[in-house]
C-alpha cells in the first residue's frame, strides 16, 4: 500500500569483541528470544566457520553476546529491521532480518587485504516524482520545484545503511542533470530535449550530491538516457558530478573522454571502472553514443571493450566493466550481452555488472570473475510490476578476485526501495540464483551468498506430498528432483506477486504490509482473515454499499502470450458472489479486452483455508494481465457480504521437469516424493505452506 513520509531506516550496529555475557537492555543477564519475536541469529566467515563468544553492540549502545556457536538472541521490538555486524579481522556486514526468523550474517576476513563493493541498479530522480500519476497535476510529487539535497536524500533513507555498507559503491545514474527536470508530459517537449526518443526525463543537479551523502562513491553513464537532454545537458550532467565529486564513468563529450575509466584507490588498490551501452539510438536523427563530433554513452563494441579492459587492467588491480543492454523487462540476458561480458571477463574484469532491463537477473561466478547479468532499479519511477522487484550486490574483493558476493534484496513501493524480509526477500534471492544456476551459488535467506570456495553439497530429503496439493518451500530449500514415474504429475512455478500473503515483509517502521496492492476502502489487513502467517485480507459490503469491494496489484504484471499461469487464492471466508479475476490487456495502459473469472463459494473455514483457483494460457496478442479479488455488493437492505482471503499467487509454471533454486511453487496433481534439497541450514520445515487444490 502506498506510504508517504520518508522515514530513516531503522538500524541496529552489532559490533563482534571477546566477552561472554549476555546483557538485557537494562543490562541484567537474559536467555535466548523464545518467542519468535527476537533477534535470531548466527555469525561465521566466508567459510561458514562459526564466530564464538563475541560481543554484540546494538545501536542504542546495548550489548549483547554470541554464544560459543556464533548465536546471537535478543529482544528486538519494532519488526524487521537492518542490522549491521562488525568483528575484529573481519569486513562488517549491514542486513535485514525479521524478529523470530534465524538469519546468518556472513562476514569476510582479512579487512585490510580486502576490498568491499556494492551495486546498484538503475538511478533517476525525474518525471514521476514529480508527477506522481504523470498526469500534469504535481500536487502529488514526491518532490518539489528547488528540492533539497536533503529532499533528494530522502528518497534513498531505507536503503542509505546498505549503500554505506562497503568501501565503494556504484549505481547506474540513468538521468541527465537539468535545472528544470521536469517535463509537463501533456505539453510538446522543449528544444532541450531529445526530439524523438520514445521516454526522456531528467534530474535536478540536487541528486549529484544526494548520492554522495546516501553512500555513493561512483556512478556509470553508460547508458541510453545520459543524452536525454542532448549536448548541453551531457555537459551539465558531467560538470554537477564534478562538482559533487562524484567520479563517473562510461559517457563523455568525446569517444575517448567516454571510454576514459573512473579510477578509485581503497586500501593500497587500485579500481578501474569501465562502462558502454548497446541501446544506441542510432535509428534516431541524434543517437544517444558519443560517435564524430558528438557526446554520449560509449558505445560497446567487442574490440574496443577487450582493448580498454585490457588497458585499465594493466594499470589497477581490480576492474569492473558494467554493460547496458538486453531486453527491456527480460531477466534473461541476450546473447549479445552474454557475449560482450565473457570478452571483459577473459580480457581482465574481475566483475561485470549489467543492466537495461529494469529487472533483475541472475548473478554467477565465470573463471573467478562475477557476472550480474541485469541489477534492475534502485530508485526509478516505473510503473509495471515486475520493476519492483530488485537487490543490492555485494562483492568482497580480494587479489583482485571476488571472494564472497551477496545479494540483498528490496522492494519498490511507491518508487521508493526498501530492504526486505521473508518471502518478498525469497522471490529476489530465488532470481538471483535461478536464473544463472552453478555451483558457487546457494540460497541464503533473507538473499543469496557466492562464494569462490565451492560450497558443501546441499542436504537432500525425500518428502511425499499427497496429489492434488499445491505447496510453497521454506526459505532456503529447493526442489532437486521427483521420484520414479511421477515427474510429469509435478508442476514448478514461480509466483509473479511475491507480496500476496499481505504480510509486512520491508524494514521501514512506517509500512504495514500488502506491499504494492491496492485496497478498496472497505478492505483491510486482518489478522482474522489470515491463513497462514500473521494476517490476511478482509473486504466487507454494507447492506447499502452500491460499488465493489477490490483488493489488486497497483500495476498490471507483464506476460507472454502462450504461459501457463494460475491465479490461487487461500479463502477463508466468504459470501455469496465473491469472485477472483485476471484481466488481461493489449498494452500497459488502456483497458482490458477481456476477463477471466471464477466464483468463490460461498462458506466459512475454521479448520484451515479452501484454495480458490484459475487456470489460463495468457491468450494472443496480450502482454499484461491484472489479477483482482472481488466482493460486490448484496443489493439487499438486509444483507451484508464479507470474504476474507490470504496467500495470493500469481504463478507461471515452467517446462515439466524443469527444477531448481528459482521455483517456489509445487502443484501435486498425482501423489509424489520430491527430492528437496536445502541451501541454508536454519530452516528444518521444507514447507512454508501447503493447500488442497479444489
Known amino acids: 500500500m502506498k506510504r508517504w513520509w520518508l522515514p530513516l531506516a531503522a538500524v541496529f550496529v552489532v559490533a563482534l569483541a571477546a566477552t561472554v555475557v549476555v546483557l538485557t537492555r537494562s543490562g541484567e543477564a537474559s536467555g535466548p528470544a523464545e518467542d519468535g519475536t527476537g533477534l535470531v541469529a548466527r555469525i561465521v566467515d566466508e567459510q561458514g566457520r562459526r564466530l564464538a563468544r563475541t560481543e554484540v553492540r546494538l545501536g542504542t549502545g546495548e550489548t549483547l553476546t554470541t554464544d560459543d556457536d556464533g548465536h546471537v538472541r535478543a529482544p528486538l521490538s519494532g519488526g524487521a529491521q537492518l542490522v549491521t555486524v562488525t568483528a575484529e579481522g573481519h569486513l562488517p556486514r549491514t542486513q535485514a532480518v525479521a524478529p523470530g526468523t534465524p538469519t546468518e550474517v556472513r562476514l569476510t576476513s582479512d579487512p585490510e587485504g580486502t576490498v568491499s563493493l556494492r551495486f546498484g541498479g538503475d538511478v533517476m530522480f525525474g518525471r514521476r516524482f514529480y508527477d506522481y500519476n504523470d498526469d500534469g497535476d504535481r500536487s502529488d510529487g514526491l518532490l518539489r520545484d528547488g528540492a533539497s539535497v536533503a529532499e533528494h536524500a530522502a528518497l534513498l533513507a531505507e536503503v542509505r545503511p546498505l549503500l554505506e555498507d562497503a568501501d565503494v559503491t556504484v549505481v547506474n545514474y540513468e538521468t541527465p542533470v537539468a535545472d528544470q527536470p521536469w517535463v509537463d508530459p501533456t505539453q510538446p517537449r522543449p528544444p532541450s530535449s531529445h526530439p524523438t526518443k520514445d521516454y526522456v526525463f531528467a534530474s535536478a543537479p540536487a541528486s549529484a550530491q544526494a548520492l554522495v551523502d546516501s553512500g555513493v562513491d561512483v556512478v556509470s553513464l553508460g547508458n541510453d538516457h545520459v543524452f536525454d537532454a542532448l549536448a548541453g545537458g551531457l555537459d551539465q550532467t558531467l560538470a554537477t558530478l564534478d562538482e559533487a565529486g562524484l567520479p563517473h564513468f562510461g559517457a563523455g563529450r568525446t569517444v575517448g573522454e567516454a571510454w576514459t575509466p573512473a579510477v578509485i584507490e581503497r586500501k593500497g588498490q587500485r579500481l578501474a571502472f569501465l562502462g558502454c551501452t548497446t541501446i544506441t539510438g542510432t535509428e534516431h536523427p541524434i543517437p544517444y553514443v558519443a560517435g564524430e563530433g558528438q557526446g554520449g554513452a560509449a558505445q560497446c563494441s567487442t574490440e574496443r571493450l577487450q582493448r580498454e579492459v585490457r588497458n585499465a587492467r594493466a594499470e589497477a588491480d581490480v576492474v569492473v566493466v558494467m554493460i547496458h543492454g538486453g531486453g527491456e523487462y527480460e531477466a534473461r540476458q541476450t546473447e549479445h550481452v552474454r557475449q560482450l561480458s565473457a570478452v571483459a571477463t577473459a580480457a581482465g574484469a574481475a566483475m561485470v555488472v549489467d543492466g537495461h532491463p529494469h529487472v533483475v537477473g541472475g548473478v554467477r561466478l565465470e573463471g573467478g570473475a562475477l557476472v550480474a547479468e541485469t541489477m534492475g532499479n534502485l530508485l526509478f519511477d516505473q510503473t509495471v510490476w515486475p520493476t519492483f522487484l530488485s537487490y543490492l550486490l555485494r562483492v568482497d574483493v580480494r587479489g583482485g578476485r571476488p571472494v564472497q558476493t551477496t545479494v540483498d534484496p528490496t522492494f519498490n513501493e511507491g518508487y521508493l526501495p526498501r530492504p526486505t524480509v521473508g518471502a518478498l526477500a525469497d522471490a529476489a534471492a530465488r532470481r538471483a540464483v535461478g536464473l544463472t544456476p552453478g555451483p558457487s551459488a546457494h540460497l541464503q535467506p533473507p538473499g543469496a551468498v557466492f562464494t569462490a570456495a565451492e560450497p558443501p553439497p546441499a542436504e537432500t530429503v525425500e518428502y511425499d506430498l499427497d496429489g492434488g496439493t499445491v505447496a510453497r518451500l521454506a526459505r532456503g530449500w529447493w526442489v532437486q ?58 473486504l466487507s459490503r454494507s447492506p447499502v454499499s452500491t460499488e465493489d469491494a477490490i483488493a489488486t496489484p497497483e500495476h498490471r504484471q507483464l506476460v507472454t502470450p502462450g504461459a501457463q499461469l494460475s491465479l490461487l487464492a487461500d479463502v477463508r ?57 472481488r466482493l460486490p455488493p448484496t443489493l439487499d437492505v438486509q444483507f451484508a457480504a464479507h470474504l476474507a482471503v490470504d496467500d495470493v499467487q500469481l504463478v507461471q509454471w515452467t517446462a515439466p521437469g524443469e527444477y531448481g533454486r528459482r521455483y517456489p511453487v509445487v502443484d501435486i496433481r498425482a501423489d509424489a516424493t520430491l527430492v528437496l534439497a536445502r541451501d541454508s541450514a536454519l530452516s528444518d520445515e521444507p514447507m512454508a505452506g501447503t493447500s488442497a487444490s479444489p
Do not use: N
Not at 506 to 515: E, I, K, S
Open 481 to 538: 528432483g521427483v521420484r520414479g514415474e511421477a515427474g510429469s504429475q509435478v508442476g514448478m512455478g514461480e509466483d509473479l506477486l511475491w507480496t500476496g500473503s499481505f504480510e509486512d515483509m520491508d524494514t521501514d517502521p512506517q509500512t504495514d504490509g500488502a506491499h504494492g496492492w491496492s485496497l478498496s476502502p472497505t478492505a483491510q489487513v486482518t489478522a482474522a482473515a489470515a491463513c497462514s502467517g500473521a494476517v490476511g485480507v478482509e
Open 573 to 629: 471466508d466468504a459470501s455469496e458472489g465473491a469472485t477472483l479475476e485476471l484481466r488481461w490487456y493489449p498494452d500497459t495502459k488502456g483497458g482490458s479486452t477481456s476477463t477471466t473469472t471464477v466464483s468463490v463459494p460461498a462458506g466459512s473455514y475454521d479448520e484451515g483455508c479452501r484454495q480458490v483457483r484459475i487456470d489460463a494460457t495468457v491468450p494472443e496478442g496480450i502482454v499484461a494481465v491484472q489479477p483482482m479479488v
